[in-house]
């Protein structure tokens, strides 16, 4: 043992990592989740996705946070997990 | 390290004397008298050779008096079994005779004389004391510091700092630093973002003594820390957000006196440990409990100075408008902190007005341009104003909720001024607004006010605020946990 020691400042929580899932080859069938979180604009961007995802024989749903500024609620994580394979954020203005 | 067994007493009569005390070195006769009459274990904290001609053990290491909680020697003991059945402190004639059965005792001497202190709670020791027996209530890792490394670059490295070099959380350290609070140190205090991990005492008066507090700041920090993270206050959205902008602490009560805060010349400024280290201990808390970092959860575009610490005491005492926590529904006189998601102040320079009216006008065409002009309802704001600006609304009999009102009548817009477009200016409110006749600044409660700041200057601050509400963060004020 060194002559100081000191205590653990930070959380000491173990990482749970989880593997992504694979890139899948085609979103043609797929249901894709789009996450709205309330900026300004998101829509605008959201809405030409949802045409191009369409276009591609994926199908969409939409979803929405309550606030930009909070972290989605668990539920809508959950229900987004259940309903779609792939999911896709608008995250700017 | 585990913690040292308690040593057992021996049955029979229990002293504990040092040579130092002069009560002790008074009953020496009486001790001499005991050891005749009844089985009696001395035991002497200084001198091994103390007390002359009654035998005595060492307490060399202090054990025997740390673990039998010995404040004050002389202190007599009845040992029944194992068992502590009675105990006296310093010299009471009359306690003595009834504890060691014997009488009489000490009929030369006066009847009473106050004992002196233990050395076992020498506030030089006891830290250390505490550490050495009491290890085993601090959960934290150890990490033991290399003999060739620099502790203060080690935790650099590791990414524990905020920038200053913080102090290393020995565990004597975090021992004296826990003897601010009456709560255990493995009380969970709240979930802090954004890795959502449970923080508790001990982890919370670590980053106290990093940050540099003294004892008697870890209640405000704790209370920091619990309102930073409920989802009113929405620390998470805080330190994620692009804006400027950090919890700010204003600390209201006697208390923020008794530790020794500023309030006065400078307030918002450095130079004060109360002041500089308890916001800093809440930001040590959310980077290295929370894991919020920059470049990683908090995006700040810029960020600002008030990121690193942002806290200060209003002048409650002398404030000619009452305070911001009373505003809050805290009980005058109640310690307490009001927690605000707000960038660095900005100056009001107004030398000239000596009518309120005027002055509140000044106030107000400031407060209009926070963040933008034509940006309102969406930000609240405090404004800190000093004695010179307070003495104008004063002397004209103004209280709190007319200085309120009175800036907030200049801080009305219509909406077609503000709508996008607006001046020439895309940023704006949509376009739905433009039928509104009068859109305020600020929403209901959203102007707050604290009185703070000292010596010449006709000048107020302001301190902006971040997403307002529901949406964004609302301002918390909860009464300090001791």
């Keep these: ?93 | 390290m585990p913690a040292d067994a308690a040593p057992a007493l021996p049955d029979g009569i229990v002293v504990v004397v040092k040579d130092e005390c002069a009560t002790c070195r008074t009953v020496v006769p009486v001790l001499a008298h005991l050891a005749d009459s009844v089985p009696l274990t001395v035991y002497t904290q200084d001198d091994p050779a103390f007390p002359d001609g009654v035998p005595s053990l060492h307490d060399d290491d202090l054990a025997v008096s740390w673990h039998h909680h010995i404040e004050t020697v002389p202190t007599v003991i009845r040992v029944v079994d194992g068992v502590e059945a009675d105990r006296t402190v310093g010299w009471h004639r009359d306690e003595w005779e009834r504890i060691t059965g014997v009488a009489p005792l000490g009929p030369d001497l006066p009847a009473m004389r106050p004992g002196c202190g233990s050395m076992s709670v020498d506030p030089d020791r006891v830290a250390e004391l505490d550490v050495r027996f009491g290890a085993s209530v601090l959960a934290s890792r150890r990490i033991d510091v290399a003999d060739a490394e620099d502790d203060i670059e080690m935790m650099y490295t590791r990414g524990w700092t905020d920038g200053f070099p913080v102090v290393p959380p020995t565990e004597e350290r975090v021992m004296r630093m826990l003897a601010g609070t009456s709560r255990a140190p493995s009380d969970v205090v709240a979930t802090v973002p954004p890795d959502l991990v449970d923080v508790t005492v001990e982890k919370v008066a670590i980053a106290a003594v990093m940050a540099g507090c003294l004892p008697e700041y870890l209640p405000w920090v704790l209370t920091a820390v619990e309102t930073a993270c409920t989802d009113e206050f929405n620390m998470h959205g805080l330190l994620a957000t692009t804006m400027p902008v950090g919890p700010v602490i204003v600390c209201s009560g006697p208390g923020t006196r008794a530790i020794g805060m500023n309030s006065g010349g400078n307030a918002l400024g450095q130079g004060n440990r109360a002041n500089s280290t308890i916001g800093r201990a809440l930001q040590l808390v959310v980077r290295n409990v929370g894991g919020g970092r920059p470049g990683e959860v908090d995006r700040a575009t810029h960020g600002g100075p008030g990121k690193v610490s942002f806290c200060f005491a209003e002048n409650d005492a002398e404030s000619p408008y009452g305070s911001l926590a009373v505003e809050h529904g805290i009980e005058p006189g109640v310690d307490a902190i009001t927690l605000f998601a707000g960038e660095g102040p900005r100056c009001v320079v107004d030398q000239l007005s000596r009518e309120p009216e005027s002055l509140a006008r000044s106030l107000a065409a400031a407060l209009q341009a926070l963040h933008h002009p034509k940006l309102v309802m969406a930000f609240d704001a405090i404004l800190v104003m000093g004695p010179e600006h307070a003495r104008v609304f004063a002397d004209a009999g103004w209280g709190r909720d007319q200085i309120v009102a009175g800036i907030m009548a200049h801080l009305s817009r219509p909406g077609t001024d503000l709508v996008r477009g607006a001046d020439g200016i895309a940023e704006g409110l949509p376009e739905a607004f433009a039928d509104v006749p009068a859109l305020p600044k600020f929403r209901d409660g959203g102007l707050m006010l604290t009185y703070a700041g000292g010596g010449a200057g006709l000048f107020s601050e302001i301190i902006g605020g971040w997403v307002n509400g529901d949406t964004g963060s609302k301002p918390v004020t909860r009464a300090v946990t001791y």
């Design chain 1, 1 to 93: 043992m060194g002559s100081r020691t000191i205590l653990d400042p930070t959380g000491e929580r173990t990482v749970a990592e989880r593997a992504r899932c694979a890139r899948p080859a085609s979103l043609e069938g797929l249901t894709v989740g789009l996450l709205d979180i309330s900026k300004p604009r998101g829509d605008v961007f959201l809405n030409r996705l949802e045409e191009r995802l369409t276009g591609v024989g994926a199908s969409v749903k939409r979803y929405r946070k309550p606030t930009f500024a909070k972290p989605a609620p668990v539920d809508l994580r959950h229900q987004i997990a259940t309903e779609c394979q792939v999911v896709i954020e608008a995250l700017a203005d």
